[in-house]
């Protein structure tokens, strides 16, 4: 298979994760006999540094002509004082936006090696294996207006939705469901939004098409409550952007693993974006102290959902799974006991594995 | 000190724990001399069954000529297919808007006693002590339009607040940090939302006037992990109407003593509205095994912020921690020693300790 990648390491530990996922695929590619072909532009603070905003034209213009896009993460102090225009943030939503990345994945599991960590009760979330799926490009982060009025003595943001919209993100969850544990709880606000209670019709509708999916409500304070007092009831959730932005990164401290959380940001036709969870950590960057498996985890989601390379993916997954059971783990894992190594070892491990 | 308070014992375990309440009030008044009347009016499902409405307009005219007004719960299966005007949770809005209500203050308080019930690992919860001051009468759940459009293709709500709105509950937010441990957490969204900047604008603002407050911003993603990841490093937390739901349910599931919460909604002259954090529990309701304690603590949050009786409120609060250090406990707690009893020996217990 020949696909072409774009990647944009951006700033902070993004550049030294990148490099990780790009062995890995290289690995993979010679043993499966793949052509993966890369090009790396620049996003966030660094394209600001280069070329005056967080998003240049020839970034988005390669993204479209690829088949799949990894990021690595973006922002740090350097640009945090800029004008909001300017903000490295900014990038993000405008790629997202610009490649009509509508369904965000964001899978969360328990590694039982790992739930030392975890700020739960070990009974508790062992065993967790939750899929968040958001909505990414509408919804209070786009609609308008968005703007101060009456000379700056009031403000307005808009959620708006269109009924294609939601459809499309709810179809995307069942069919997410589907290949899980069949299970989808759609989160909402439908004792108070209007947006919430087209949701819920919504939902309600289209789980006549997915006969074997079961589906539960839930309002999005009831399920700020649940993530904690029971993440094991959970496969997919289903929700709106702003509310998938809240859950998404309440759920991503449970299991004691950020730095070990993947995700995805899909449009209809299979195009994604991949990138870790976790942020641009400046506070270690260019220490060689990065834990790769976030970003190696997303190129192994980008296997799967953008070029359908199941195996592929699952082998890169359970290598990962093993070598944290045979002791291995960056720093950030704050182990007890086992080996510590760094960026550049863990990625040998790894590719060694494969 | 006399006072007119309108009791609002509403659905399920609401009569049972209201009655609680006013036995501990009526024996406050005893000890120090005050005279508090009580008038009880209908909400929620209770009002939809005698008076066809959430919210009988002599409910709220009651509550408006009250010096205070204590409320059960509302809720419960029996109304849960009503059209959504005729919901219970209606009640609810409708009262906080009639009354002007735009402060909901929710303390959440680790009780050393009752960690094993936390779903944290008890060294991480322990000594929580932390206030959320969420806007309760604007944003989202308030603003026009809030519709379906174009044929019901598209629905829209809105975020819409004046900075006159944004400044008094900064202002209260504040005003509870200069009470308490002074550090105040003012949580937003404004990489994204305008309504955001301005509120951050307006917390940098006020600041000024209270110099011995530290303030941190924070986004409202990274504030649902921090509220699990190191809740102790909170004091007051200020955020919107949408945010400050999500994120005090998400708090009052930590320290494992939901059935211990109570919450007070203010107005701008002091008169309140005073609840429990949780709900009308219809599967125990009429079994005498409700909790009251959450009841009870919100009349203490009453006697403190509506009425100035502080030294009142104080004797409430000590004796309820002291008879959870005794042993005693309701079935909700779930402990795994002490003495388990119901909703009236609990009562009593208070009231003679008092
Ligand atoms: C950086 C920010 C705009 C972004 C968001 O809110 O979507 C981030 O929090 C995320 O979840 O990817
Ligand atoms: C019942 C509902 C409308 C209400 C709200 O969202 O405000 C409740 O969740 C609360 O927090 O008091």
């Not at 490649?99 to 979330?125: I, M, Q, T, W, Y």
């Not at 004792?191 to 019709?201: A, D, I, P, T, Y």
Request: negative net charge.
């Amino acid at each position: 298979m020949k696909k072409h990648i774009v990647l944009l390491p951006g700033d902070g530990i993004g550049t030294e994760v990148m490099e990780a996922a790009k062995e890995v695929l290289t690995t993979i590619a010679d043993e499966f006999n793949h052509s993966f072909s890369y090009e790396v532009h620049d996003i966030g603070g660094v394209a600001i540094d280069f070329h005056g905003t967080p998003l240049p034209k020839q970034t988005v213009e390669a993204c479209n002509n690829a088949d799949a896009v990894l990021l690595g993460a973006v922002g740090g102090p350097k640009w945090d004082q800029l004008p909001s225009h300017l903000r490295p943030e900014k990038g993000l939503l405008g790629i997202r936006k610009a490649l009509d990345l509508f369904a965000n994945l964001r899978p969360v599991k328990s590694f039982d090696h790992l739930l030392h960590a975890s700020p739960l009760k070990e009974e508790l979330v062992k065993g967790s294996d939750l899929l968040i799926v958001r909505e990414l490009t509408g919804g209070l982060y786009f609609g308008t207006p968005s703007e101060r009025q009456q000379n700056g003595q009031s403000v307005v943001d808009t959620l708006f939705y269109t009924r294609q919209e939601i459809e499309r993100i709810v179809d995307k969850a069942f069919q997410c469901a589907q290949t899980r544990r069949k299970h989808l709880t759609s989160v909402d606000k439908a004792n108070v939004l209007e947006s919430s209670k087209l949701w819920r019709e919504i939902v309600e509708e289209k789980k006549q098409q997915y006969p074997e999916v079961t589906v539960e409500h839930l309002l999005v304070d009831a399920a700020a409550m649940k993530l904690i007092t029971n993440p094991t009831q959970f496969d997919v959730i289903v929700t709106e952007n702003m509310f998938g932005d809240i859950l998404s990164d309440e759920a991503s401290v449970l299991t004691g693993s950020l730095g070990m959380l993947p995700s995805a940001s899909l449009r209809e036709d299979g195009v994604g974006l991949y990138e870790p969870v976790h942020g641009s950590a400046p506070d270690i960057a260019g220490q060689g102290k990065a834990n790769p498996i976030a970003m190696i985890l997303s190129s192994a989601m980008m296997l799967r959902h953008s070029f359908g390379l199941d195996e592929e993916a699952r082998l890169i997954e359970e290598t990962v799974e093993s070598i944290l059971n045979a002791g291995f783990h960056t720093a950030d894992l704050n182990m007890k006991s086992g080996q510590q190594i760094g960026t550049v070892e863990m990625t040998q491990l790894i590719v060694e594995s494969i």
